[in-house]
């Protein structure tokens, strides 16, 4: 019966097919939690999760302690991330812990609004998260190599990056005062190779981009600072009085799952580890969307260096969620994908070029064949099965 | 598994125990729905609802349509609010919802702040869930009876009115531009008699109050105006990409589960219907609570006329899901409660008198218990224990 709604309808694609690869909607991954079967089957009692309340003894009280659990062990598992001595900090995705974040190191007593920045080309929803409700206390202020203000500011610093792939760290040098939020949403086995264990004061997670659970809407932040933690747990409350405790614990098992996984993995016992999955998934779609891109000869895509991953223990290159998706100079690309109608976010939604555009690289097969098909079909000088564009 | 969290263990209350009362944590319905076993049990696979998306036809394109198909029906039986023909915006609990409201009615192109405001005594929150991000869009504006402003305005009317239990009409005579929220939270029969079929642009709910699901943070909107609805939809998308999945898929079985209880409800096969069941609770709870509020000689609390509810069939008063407690001048209500280990909410935090005070009526049973003996042991002039105060 939960099956019924149509997104998860089977429908068959035509080499016509209108293709949306404008959202990074990660339902490439489903396959694995599929052929896993009944293993991380939930079930919920109609009396469960009444409460408002998880853990009044915790800052984050709306937190529910398998999950905390879970969060923890997962980061040790992958090691990408420090969470030991972390205050955890749930949200409804990523994005309701962004704005936290900015509430949380912007001043209700400051007569400006602190500026908020980050290292163009950059999440093209940033801006929009920032300034929707005009806030006083904070405001986009664009690309943070341009950035020239001696005032205090945020930079979001985006790594793996949204939507270019590339690793970053903070650029901005300013003699105001500067606070980070790292968002690693991105900094799974999956997209880039494992090279340390990130410890920034405010590091956010989602479920989305790690297990492809984006429909649960369960993001994480790691906190150093217990004040700061406490004021993204105010945002919260304010915002949302906490956060789905049915999302919570579906976040708990599968998180749970996947680490079992990984010590399988470790005693070479098994090959059913999560990121060894989708990271080879990954690599393929990667190897198969570079063939495309050259036999298109219209587009290209930059090369990733090769990394050893500390997870793998091999060398790795990146593969990232979305290509970035480059046209000749003075080529609108994503007027060009939308002529094979693909629909894609272009360059300019992440203050870069028209002649980008982001294309997602985790739909489902089906759709995924059916892009390397379109752009196979481009060929040279911009002509679409023989007509000129 | 699931029920590991502290929240849900049974803590043995002595005496003794501090009692919170301060929320409207709904724990009260929770027997109901243990009652109920298995029917309302929800099983979701790892492999369900990894999507973003739900209904890409929808202009609440993240709305799964059995929860929409749900919701109507519900209101159909209840005969609360007219759903047919209106928008159904989901929301992590209505809280999210309002704010989402507010930023649908205001404009980006106005040079001032609307105001917000509200008769009081009104919802403590609202002040704080309007303010802390000091948005240019709207500002908290007090009460609605004292408003005087000939500029723009958004009315909160809430109804049955949060603390005080009372019904409500629009109160502010403005010559400007003013629009209307209603937040119906606690218009359902266990707290009201259902007198009339409302009918008003923006309609706010809870599954929180409504079924007493709490922790699964799910609201909802029935708009009027698809391009309200589709701005409130569009907060929804900024603010946190959409609504728990598994929360809307549990919400949509449970309201299933009241709805078929309302058809046999009707035919008069069963006693199994839940706002049945949750009147009485209320309606007994309000009787004891009366008795002890008498036998205190302290307290007091004001009568609701007798209504019919169409819904029940019988004439029948209003048991509000808090009780407005009140003191005798001078005695602050908040202060003497504490005194008793009685945690709850005093009455300026309402823009009311501290001879009031929010006291939750929807605890779970020891509680509630716990609450009639430390109310009936204070007596007359302020003493506890023969103690004086």
């Known amino acids: 019966a939960s099956l019924a709604s149509p997104n998860n309808a089977k429908t068959r694609l035509s080499p016509d097919s209108v293709l ?13 939690w599929r052929n896993l079967g009944d293993k ?3 079930v919920i009692s109609g009396s469960d999760l009444m409460s ?16 905390a659990e879970a969060i923890r062990h997962l980061h040790i598992e992958v090691g990408n991330a420090i969470s030991k001595d972390r205050h955890i900090v749930i949200g409804t995705g990523s994005t309701q812990l962004y704005q936290a974040a900015l509430y949380a190191l912007s001043s209700p007593d400051s007569s400006e609004p602190i500026s908020v920045v980050s290292a163009a080309p950059y999440y ?25 203000n001696d005032g205090p500011f945020i930079e979001i610093v985006n790594s793996p990056n949204n939507p270019d792939g590339t690793i970053r760290e903070a650029v901005v040098v300013n003699k105001g005062k500067g606070w980070l939020i790292h968002d690693l949403a991105y900094y799974w086995p999956q997209y880039t190779p494992i090279t340390h264990v990130a410890d920034h004061d405010i590091m956010l997670f989602t479920l989305s981009k790690c297990t492809g659970h984006a429909g649960s809407r369960i993001g994480w932040a790691l906190v150093k600072d217990a004040e700061v933690a406490r004021k993204i747990t105010n945002f919260i409350e304010f915002n949302s009085i906490g956060v789905s405790k049915e999302s919570q614990l ?3 098992k599968i998180i749970g ?15 059913t580890n999560f990121f060894e999955y989708a990271q080879r998934l990954m690599a393929e779609r990667w190897k198969k969307l570079r063939e495309a891109v050259r036999s298109s000869e219209v587009f290209s895509l930059a090369e990733y260096p090769l990394d050893f991953c500390n997870f793998i223990g091999e060398f790795t290159k990146s593969n990232p969620a979305f290509a970035w998706l480059q046209c000749k100079e ?27 555009a982001r294309v997602s690289m985790l739909s489902r097969d089906e759709s995924f064949n059916l892009l390397l098909e379109k752009l196979s079909g481009i060929k040279g000088g911009g002509t679409i099965n023989g007509k000129r564009m």
């Open 20 to 32: 949306n690869l404008a959202q990074g909607d990660p339902t490439a991954f489903e396959p694995y």
């Open 40 to 42: 991380c089957t939930m």
């Open 52 to 67: 408002y309340l998880s853990d009044m003894g915790n800052i984050c009280w709306f937190l529910e302690p398998e999950l």
């Open 124 to 148: 093209s929803q940033y801006p929009p998260q920032t300034d929707y409700l005009r806030s006083g206390l904070y405001k986009w202020a664009g690309d943070a190599f341009t950035f020239d």
């Open 250 to 252: 579906r976040a708990a």
């Open 257 to 271: 799952v996947i680490c079992d996984g990984c010590q399988d993995f470790e005693s070479s016992k098994s090959d």
């Open 330 to 356: 003075d080529v609108d690309c994503e007027k060009l994908l939308r002529e094979l109608k693909v629909m894609v976010r272009g360059g300019k939604q992440f203050e870069a070029d028209e002649m980008y």
